[in-house]
């Protein structure tokens, strides 16, 4: 579900910007359960079933930077089989494809890395983040309560996550009390901050998606604005577009 802004964050992950993780408040005390708080994200984002029902899907998001627009694809297909690809004036800058059994990276330049280790580790996170089984309670080893906080003037509980993958940074989720979505993340990997604000969501084919995520690429204090133009579920895919 939340795979609307992961394409881009699998593949900028390392771009630097302003944030950093929040700091836990020991004194606060939570109105509502961690397994309530976490099933309610889940009925937030999907109210009728359908995204996990859903069997493959396409998203597009475009982020206009330094005067050229950007665009971010994602192909998916059940159960675990996955492509990101980053480019700019038809031309591929980065993809990411993982087949079920490896993941590897292709540059602008055609040269193939298989991803292994950590990274690896660091992708299937992000892949069980958007499952559409499960909450977050069964992705990752520890989540708790670090207080709360607004995003957009809105008030929300502030989650700290802990991955199973002990070397992976943890990684903050904002969650608004009110409707229970997502509206602010934030980690580092390699000590350098990535935070995503969530500016605006919408009910497509009936899956409550991030159209439009705010974030500083440039570490400039300028926020860019990232939208989703383009969101299919259910498409045929064959399994070569994975290779």
Do not use: H
Not at 42 to 54: E, F, I, K, L, Q
Not at 155 to 176: D, G, S
Not at 205 to 229: H, Y
Request: net charge neutral.
């Amino acid at each position: 579900m939340n795979r609307i802004f992961l394409a881009m964050f699998a593949i900028i992950l390392t771009a630097g910007c302003k944030g950093v993780m929040p700091e836990i408040d020991n004194t606060y005390v939570p109105d509502i359960k961690i397994e309530d708080l976490a099933a309610k994200m889940v009925t937030a984002v999907d109210p009728n079933g359908t995204y996990r029902d859903s069997k493959s899907y396409y998203m597009r998001q475009e982020i206009k930077l330094s005067g050229k627009i950007v665009s971010y694809e994602v192909l998916f297909k059940s159960p675990d089989k996955f492509r990101t690809v980053m480019s700019m004036d038809n031309k591929v800058l980065q993809k990411i494809t993982c087949n079920g059994i490896k993941c590897w990276s292709v540059s602008e330049n055609g040269e193939k890395t298989e991803i292994k280790g950590k990274e690896l580790d660091r992708l299937k996170l992000l892949d069980d983040m958007s499952s559409a089984k499960g909450t977050m309670l069964d992705f990752f080893d520890k989540v708790e309560f670090a207080g709360e906080a607004k995003v957009y003037d809105s008030p929300c509980y502030v989650l700290i996550c802990y991955p199973k993958t002990k070397e992976l940074e943890p990684i903050a989720k904002y969650v608004n009390k009110t409707d229970f979505l997502t509206r602010k993340v934030v980690t580092l990997k390699e000590g350098k901050p990535y935070v995503a604000e969530i500016k605006r969501y919408a009910l497509v084919k009936g899956v409550m998606i991030a159209t439009e995520t705010e974030m500083d690429i440039n570490n400039d204090g300028k926020k860019e604005l990232l939208t989703v133009v383009d969101y299919r579920l259910n498409m045929d895919i064959q399994d070569k577009e994975f290779e």
